[in-house]
């Protein structure tokens, strides 16, 4: 799941958390599931860390070319 897109973790998280928060889940489900949405949200976190560096590297760019003008 870590190649996921962000937005489909994001669908596939939310719909556990709709699942557990309206227990239609099985119990023998429950820990798979939790272990899921765990996962996601790790790989959600990183590339919005990811994402966070490659902002932060333009922003310093484009604030380097500033400064040379």
Known sequence: MTDAKYSKSIEKLEEIIQKIENETIDVDELADKVKEAVSLIKSCKAK????ELEV??????????????
Not at 48 to 51: G, H, L, N, T
């Open 48 to 51: 919005i860390e990811k994402a």
């Open 56 to 69: 932060k590297k333009v922003v310093d760019g484009f604030e380097a070319d500033k400064e040379d003008a």
